[in-house]
């Protein structure tokens, strides 16, 4: 890894060795969990599934914006630094699994259970990358204050469905992460915490639709629910 980091600052500058190092680390974080699950005792096999999971999420985070929404695409896209609340998170997820694997390493060692967590986590990604695509052009990591030249109101789809499927991919595969390290503490954590950031988001983002769409946008929540458990958004009585 440190060759390849040479390697790379020397011939490229910029975004793109940014990029180029970012890609290269997440390479790194899911080869490891390939090697951990396959390799490594039975206590530790989900914490390689994990891995796998959290760098492809990343990875695939820039990847999707690069192909729908290029004009916007950054070293941010990969939301690695998605804030301080996010680090803190997964630091912690890593301090229970590995106290709980060290007093009770068996614990660790529930697949099946483990396993219906990967299966959220797979199913969330694919969601939320269905949503980026669908889209297009209208996505964006961060809610935009102003309305764009080519934005429009999606309402196909999976919008035709649920107003927000990216937040409802994202929520399932964070709480499905947790099931996977077989967290007990922080699934129920991670559930709460990120029940809030999307109920806050949420309403943050519908404010400036309705501000964007007016009429449009108040008859569509009335026929599409947010899609995630007690959250209604930001409504407006007529």
Same mark, same amino acid.
């Given at each position: 890894?440190?060759?390849?980091?040479?390697?790379?600052?020397?011939?490229?500058?910029?975004?793109?060795?940014?990029?180029?190092?970012? %890609?290269?680390?997440?390479?790194?974080?899911?080869?490891?969990?390939?090697?951990?699950?396959?390799? %490594?005792?039975?206590?530790?096999? @989900?914490?390689?599934?994990?891995?796998?999971?959290?760098?492809?999420?990343?990875?695939?985070?820039?990847? %999707?914006?690069?192909?729908?929404?290029?004009?916007?695409?950054?070293?941010?896209?990969?939301?690695?630094?998605?804030?301080?609340?996010?680090?803190?998170?997964? %630091?912690?997820?890593?301090?229970?699994?590995?106290?709980?694997?060290?007093? @009770?390493?068996?614990?660790?060692?529930?697949?099946?259970?483990?396993?219906?967590?990967?299966?959220?986590?797979?199913?969330?990604?694919?969601?939320?990358?269905?949503?980026?695509?669908?889209?297009?052009?209208?996505?964006?990591?961060?809610?935009?204050?102003?309305?764009?030249?080519?934005?429009?109101? @999606?309402?196909?789809?999976?919008?035709?469905?649920?107003?927000?499927?990216?937040?409802?991919?994202?929520?399932?595969?964070?709480?499905?992460?947790?099931?996977?390290?077989?967290?007990?503490?922080?699934?129920?954590?991670?559930?709460?915490?990120?029940?809030?950031?999307?109920?806050?988001?949420?309403?943050?983002?519908?404010?400036?639709?309705?501000?964007?769409?007016?009429?449009?946008?108040?008859?569509?929540?009335?026929? @599409?629910?947010?899609?995630?458990?007690?959250?209604?958004?930001?409504?407006?009585?007529?």
């Amino acid at each position: 890894f440190i060759g390849t980091h040479l390697i790379w600052r020397l011939l490229l500058k910029n975004f793109l060795y940014e990029v180029g190092m970012r %890609a290269c680390f997440l390479g790194a974080i899911f080869s490891w969990g390939i090697f951990i699950a396959v390799l %490594a005792p039975d206590s530790y096999t @989900v914490f390689g599934w994990y891995m796998c999971v959290l760098s492809f999420f990343h990875y695939s985070e820039f990847l %999707a914006i690069s192909v729908t929404n290029p004009t916007t695409l950054t070293i941010d896209s990969y939301i690695l630094d998605h804030s301080l609340d996010y680090k803190i998170a997964a %630091a912690t997820s890593w301090v229970e699994f590995f106290i709980e694997r060290w007093f @009770v390493p068996d614990m660790k060692t529930y697949r099946r259970i483990a396993a219906i967590g990967l299966f959220l986590c797979v199913g969330g990604e694919i969601l939320r990358k269905l949503a980026m695509y669908t889209a297009g052009r209208n996505f964006t990591h961060t809610v935009r204050s102003e309305k764009g030249p080519d934005q429009t109101l @999606v309402v196909t789809g999976l919008y035709s469905l649920v107003r927000h499927p990216s937040y409802v991919g994202w929520f399932y595969w964070a709480v499905g992460t947790q099931i996977t390290l077989l967290n007990p503490l922080c699934t129920i954590a991670y559930a709460l915490a990120s029940w809030k950031f999307f109920n806050d988001r949420i309403t943050i983002e519908e404010i400036t639709l309705l501000n964007f769409f007016g009429y449009d946008y108040m008859d569509y929540q009335k026929r @599409v629910p947010t899609g995630l458990p007690l959250i209604k958004g930001y409504l407006l009585e007529e």
